[in-house]
């Protein structure tokens, strides 16, 4: 949402504030309660309360050479930069996917904490192990006589060997090989990058949730009828 206001006599400026508490991440309009000029002349900071959860936080923003008008005042734009606290959120996965693979859930968590703290170089790298453990844990739940083999193959080998859902395939594959990318050193898919990594990886985990849903229901149903 921006702001434009009046600081000062021939001081306006206009900032657009975060739409997101840093700290309870539900969507707000924040409420402003003060700011301050940096001793470094090029920053400015606020300090807003979400109305959500009530908290404090403060937005940081670098003044810029832009100017916008409105009306028939000129205002200074402010660039925003970032607010903190920034407090992680933890992914929940459901039972079915926590029991397959706890290592999993643990793994794509600290991966997440990373990406969280903008360690992004290493993100990729944590989702990409993390992919690795939920495949082969899904594997051997289905083929438990292969037990040692799938932990001992490559993950490329082991999803084309062991999974017989498209989907499955498909959506594994494709975080394998955007994976891959964030372990080395030269890049083949230029146009993916770690948000498309965690996007096939979520496709992947939904399927795999539905098919020991699924799975889950048979049992009930042969056990009973």
């Not at 029991?99 to 968590?109: A, E, G, P």
């Not at 997440?112 to 844990?137: H, P, S, T, V, W």
């Not at 490559?154 to 891959?180: F, P, R």
Request: with cysteine.
């Amino acid at each position: 949402m921006k702001q434009y206001k009046s600081i000062n006599i021939g001081n306006c400026i206009c900032y657009e504030t975060t739409d997101q508490c840093p700290i309870c991440k539900k969507a707000i309009a924040p409420i402003e309660k003060a700011h301050f000029k940096s001793s470094r002349k090029d920053k400015r900071y606020y300090l807003f309360e979400c109305p959500a959860c009530g908290e404090g936080f403060i937005s940081s923003y670098d003044e810029s050479l832009n100017s916008v008008i409105r009306g028939n005042q000129e205002y200074q734009v402010l660039d925003y930069k970032e607010s903190f606290p920034n407090i992680p959120v933890k992914r929940t996965f459901d039972d079915n996917i926590n029991k397959l693979s706890k290592n999993f859930c643990d793994i794509y968590n600290q991966a997440n904490l990373a990406e969280q703290y903008k360690l992004n170089e290493i993100a990729g790298m944590g989702y990409r192990k993390a992919l690795e453990f939920l495949i082969k844990d899904y594997c051997i739940h289905y083929h438990s006589k292969d037990a040692k083999k799938i932990k001992q193959e490559n993950l490329s080998q082991v999803i084309n060997e062991y999974i017989t859902s498209d989907k499955i395939k498909n959506s594994s594959k494709a975080s394998a090989w955007i994976g891959n990318d964030e372990a080395h050193y030269l890049r083949k898919y230029e146009d993916k990058d770690v948000k498309d990594l965690k996007k096939f990886i979520e496709t992947t985990v939904a399927y795999i949730h539905y098919e020991l849903t699924a799975d889950e229901a048979s049992e009930f149903i042969n056990r009973n009828d």
